[in-house]
């Protein structure tokens, strides 16, 4: 049974910085993606940041990219994802998942990833 597990999240002001950590349990191998979505109340959920497993490339969303980065810990095998320069619209439960999916050119789409930790709050203030 593979185990999807978030920490970190909490409450910061506009303009700060938060860490997001995640530990996916089995076989790395099994996944070909690993990555962080979120969800804002009314909204649909949508892809932040994505890493495919085999090659380390990375893949962001348009209102994300320069102010978070996803990475992976190898020693740890801990997925990581910085956000920095955190506005109110970053507001969201953030998610972390895995996919069994081959190469695809929709990383950052939701449906196709298959185990998902239960997901850590960030509340950005103004």
């Known amino acids: 049974q593979v185990q999807v597990v978030e920490s970190g999240g909490g409450s910061v002001q506009a303009g700060g910085s938060l860490r997001l950590s995640c530990a996916i349990s089995?076989?790395?191998?099994?996944?070909?993606?690993m990555g962080w979505f979120r969800q804002a109340p009314g909204k649909e959920r949508e892809g932040v940041a994505t890493l495919y497993t085999r090659s380390g490339v990375t893949h962001y969303s348009d209102s994300v990219k320069g102010r978070f980065t996803i990475f992976e810990e190898y020693a740890t095998n801990i997925l990581w994802l910085h956000l920095n320069s955190l506005q109110p619209e970053d507001t969201a439960t953030y998610y972390c998942a895995a996919s069994r999916t081959p190469l695809t050119g929709r990383p950052l789409y939701p449906a196709l990833y298959s185990n998902w930790g239960q997901g850590t709050q960030v509340t950005v203030s103004s």
């Open positions: 089995g076989n790395r191998r099994d996944f070909y993606y």
